[in-house]
Each structure stands twice: as C-alpha cells, then as structure tokens.
C-alpha cells in the first residue's frame, strides 16, 4: 500500500508488567457521572448516561515516575482539572448486558479529562456540539493500564487529584450514578465497542481551573498515579 503522506502512527498506552503497548482505538467519555458533580454543573437527579469521544491522539502518556507536559491550550482562560476511572476495553462486543461487562475490561488507568470550560459551556449555551471544549490537542493526559486481575476492587476504590499538592477532587469509585458495567451497557448499545477502547467513566465534585506552571496529581487506589505539569 502507498500513502500520499505517512499516515498517523498508532497511539498506544504503557501496560504495567508487560512489555507489549495497549493500541488505543477509540476515546469514549461519560458526562455528569457523578451525584455532587451533576450538581457543581447545575443538574440534578439520575439521567441516562450520555458520551462524547476525543480523538486518539489527544492522549498524553505519562508512564510511572515521569511527568506529563501538558501545554495550556489556545482560546481558554479557564482550562479545568476532571481526575476520571479509565476503563481499557479488551474484548469488543455490542449490547453488552451490565452481567457481562467486566469479561469485556482489560484494565484500568488514572486519566484527566481536561475541559475548556468557558467554551464548553459557551457551546451548552448555543445547543452546539462540545468538541471545542473537551476534544482538543493534549486534552487526555493518561498513566499506565493495570490489567484487571493486578488492580484490587476497582468499584470501591478512591480517586482524587491534587494541584500543587493540594486536594482539588477526591471521592470514591462507588458513588458512580452509572457504575462501571452499566456505562458498558449503555455504550455498546450506542456503539460497537472494540478492543482498544477506552472509556473516561465520569468526575466527581470539585472540578476547577489549572494555569501555566500548576503540577496535577492524580490517583486511583490500585492503579499507577499520574503526574502531568501544564506548561
Ligand atoms: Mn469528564
């Protein structure tokens, strides 16, 4: 096969103990998946889970013992902080039932979901897609993936994120609206979900602005924290 130009390389993420990378397919994100966080937003009560995507090669990789450089992106004065579960598809499949879901997960990674939020809530304003506000350059800072069997109870385990090693977010797996295998569900009804995916499963409370210099850290118990400086 011959290209006009290189195409794109594969972006993949670091696997803790394997040497082998995980290539990444698709970005999937849920929105307002926490109780408190629907709230700070403005919303209240259970909705349906609803998502939006970034693209591949919006990720970051930032691998144990190394910080992420972010750079501060353009046409924002108010760049937010969300510390998320990422959820790594292994097995692909569609109308996956909530029952089934965890056969599907190949492991998990601390993740940032950073938001544009001026422009995000500019286009929530004007009814216009939010891609301007979440699927921008180096707006998904991730750590490594921890397979499944090596990350302990995932569904109770606590995630918090620090600016300048001072709490921002910090809350617990299990006050998910939609748990893990129920976002799984509504996902691949909407879509057919392929190994490679990833799914950015939601942030609780306490979202708030990052400026030049600000050094995040983020963890989730059993996983491989993050360390991302923006720059
Ligand atoms: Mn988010």
Redesign the pocket.
Known sequence: MQYLFTPPAVVSVTVVGKTEQFPVHRIY???RNYEEHAKEMGFTGREPPFFFLKPTDALIVADEGSTGQMPYPSLTHNLHH?I?LVVAIGFGGKNIKAADAYQHIFGYAVGL?M?RRDLQNEMKKLGRPWCIGKAFDASAPIGPITPAAQAGDIAQAELFVQVNGVDRQRSNIAKLIWNIAETIEHLSAAWTLQPGDLI?T??PEGVGAVVSGDTLTGGVTGLTPITVTVV
């Open positions: 994100c849920v929105g969300e998320e979901d938001t950015f939601g942030t």
